[in-house]
C-alpha cells in the first residue's frame, strides 16, 4: 500500500476487481470457522453513494444471482454442503446505512477509497497450505484528530442544547483520527481480531483499502427467521470500582433503556406482531479494558422478510445514532467534521438461513496511506462533556496501541 513495496502487497490479484492477498485464510467477521482455508473468491460487488440506488436491494439482487437467494429469511437454512459456493462477506457503511434512512451524509469522507457497500460470494475450493508470507518493516506514525478535546465538548454541550429543546432524546456523537504508516497494514489490522470480546474480529479487504474489526456488538443476527440484536449502552473501566458504578449509573441505564427501545422498534418494523421480546437487559461484559452494558432483543421474522428490508429497518445501528433516530442522523451530519467512514456500520457473513453482522464499532481502516479509527458515545442530557471525551479515548487507545504492535489489554488486577 503506501510508499511502494507495499502498494505490490495490496494489488489486485483476480477477476471482478478481486484484491486480497493470494493463499490466505478467509478472515471474515462470522465467517464459518470450518471453512475459512478452503474458500476461493467468486464474485464482488463494490457500490458508493455517488453510483446512485439503492444499495439494500442491489446487495440481495447480487447475491441471488450468485447462487446465494435471501428473499426470504424465515427459510430453514439449508444443509450446508462443502462444495459450491458457501456465503459472502457483507459490508455496509454508516453512510450507506443513512442514506437507506432518508437521511443526509453530507460531511467529507476521511477515506474516500472505502466503498459505501461490499459483497463478496465465496465458494469451497481444495485445502491450501500456505507458507507464511516474510514480515515487512511496520512503522506507524502520530495520530492526527479531526477535532479538538474543545470541539468535541462542543458538540456534546450542542446535542444537550438540542435535547432540551425537544429535538432529540439522545444522539451519538463520534470523533476520527488518522496516523501515517509505512510496510504492510493487512497485518495490524489482523491483529485487532485477538483483542479480548471482539465477537466480530476480522479483516475485509479491497483495491487500495482494508478493513480491520474488532466488535462486540451484533448489529443484526438471523437464524432460520430468528431475530436477535444486542445492542451496547454504558462505559466503565473494567475494574470491580467502574464495575458497580456502571450497574448503579441512572445516566447510562436510561441511555441504554433509550436504544433498546428504539431497537425493538426497528426489529417490531418486520417481525411478526407480538414477538419482540428483551434479555438479558443491561448485562455487563468485558472489551479490553471496558465493561460495557448490554442487552439482547429478540423476534420472529414477519412472512417473506427478505435481505434488502432488514438491512433498511435495522441500518445504521440505533445504539451509534440515538433516538429518534432520524433526527439524530441529522444534527449527527451538522456536527461531525468528517465522515464515519468503515465504523459504525455492518460487517459479517451472510448466507441462506443465517445472517450475521456486527455493528462496526472498534474498527479501523487502511487507505493508501494512512491508517484511520474512530469512537464516540451516546449524549444524553446528563452527560458530562470532559466524561464524553475521556471515553471516546478510553475505546479507541487498545485499537490504536494494537496497530502499532503494543499490547495493553493484559487483565487488570
Known sequence: MAHGKSTERMRKVGPYGVETLPQVRVDVPAAPTACRDTLTERARLHWHRHDGGDPAALAEEFLAAHGLPLHDLTRPAPTHHHSGVCGAALYLSAAAGAHLAGAPTTAPEPAPTLPDLTVVVYEHGPTRATPPAAPTPWWLGPWTESWTPRQHADAVAAVRAAIGRGDVYQTNLVGHAAAPYTGDPLPALRRLSALPGARYGGVLT???????????????????????????KGTRPATPTGHTELLASAKERAEHIMIVDLERNDLARIARTGTVT???????????????????????????????DLLRATCPGGSVTGAPKHAALTQITTLEPVGRGASMGALGWVTPGHIDLGLTIRTAAADTDLLHTWAGGGITWDSDAHAEVAEAAAKTAPIRATLAGHETHRPRR
Open 278 to 308: 428483551v434479555d438479558d437487559l443491561f448485562t455487563v461484559r468485558r472489551w479490553c479494558d471496558l465493561w460495557q452494558a448490554e442487552s439482547t432483543v429478540r423476534a420472529t421474522a414477519a412472512d417473506g422478510l427478505g435481505l434488502a
Open 206 to 232: 479491497g483495491d487500495g483499502w482494508a478493513i480491520g474489526c474488532a466488535s462486540p456488538e451484533t448489529l443484526i443476527e438471523v437464524t432460520d427467521g430468528h431475530l436477535i440484536t444486542r445492542p451496547i
